[in-house]
């Protein structure tokens, strides 16, 4: 199994600035990676896919990089509606597997 | 509008059965795999099961194989989940989410709301 791996746990932002989120997966999932938002009382939201690929209607200030076994989200300006629970997941391998989530709160 | 709407869940006994479904509209269900994902309360998400648009192919995280069978019935739209032997730590939200786009890839696009399954005696 992959097990997936994010950091922070929790990462403390101000509205505006910028925040990275990391992912890193125990054997390479070469470019099968995906992040979710999840808000409280909803259920989660596809961000991107392929790494880098922003799904519908997701705002451009959402990006995602990286390869093989290290990964990350980039929010650049965080907005208010932006403060939620992040997870990624690897799509490369059975059994599917997501990290266990890093929370943006209000800093 | 893609929508995808749980029921089925509820309190039931350790050992316990319960069966779920998904109602799905809005899209040409019959060319989408389709996937069980649950989250136990305060917790993350877990992957349970995805079966294939054909539904030639299903897959079980181990946690839950031999005990849950998931199904698709075209005609109806419907997902399904039957949850045999359930225990406490099947405690959880379970949500159906639809594959993104149609061709293989098994990331979650569109997701229900949830139905909650509760364990406990």
């Known amino acids: 199994e992959v097990v997936m791996t994010q950091s922070p746990a929790t990462l403390s932002v101000s509205p505006g600035e910028r925040a990275t989120l990391s992912c890193r997966a125990s054997?390479?999932?070469?470019?099968?990676l995906a992040w979710y938002q999840q808000k409280p009382g909803q259920a989660p939201r596809l961000l991107i896919f392929g790494v880098s690929t922003r799904a519908t209607g997701i705002p451009a200030r959402f990006s995602g990089s990286g390869s093989g076994t290290e990964f990350t989200l980039t929010i650049s300006s965080l907005q208010s509606e932006d403060f939620a629970v992040y997870y990624c997941q690897q799509y490369n391998n059975w059994p599917l597997t997501f990290g266990q989530g890093t929370k943006v709160e209000i800093k | 509008e893609v929508q995808l709407l749980e029921s089925g869940g509820g309190l039931v006994q350790p050992g316990g059965s319960l069966r779920l479904s998904c109602a799905a509209s809005g899209f040409t269900f019959s060319n989408y795999a389709v996937h069980w994902v649950r989250q136990p309360p305060g917790k993350g998400l877990q992957w349970v099961s995805t079966i294939s648009a054909s539904g030639t192919y299903t897959y079980y995280a181990d946690s839950v194989k031999g005990r849950f069978t998931i199904s698709r019935d075209s005609s109806k739209n419907t997902l399904s989940l039957q949850m045999n032997s359930l225990r406490a730590e099947d405690t959880a939200l379970y949500y159906c989410?639809?594959?993104?786009?149609?061709?293989?890839?098994?990331?979650?696009?569109?997701w229900g709301q949830g139905t909650l399954v509760t364990v406990s005696s």
């Open positions: 989410a639809r594959t993104y786009i149609s061709t293989p890839s098994n990331y979650f696009g569109p």
């Open positions: 054997q390479s999932v070469s470019s099968s």
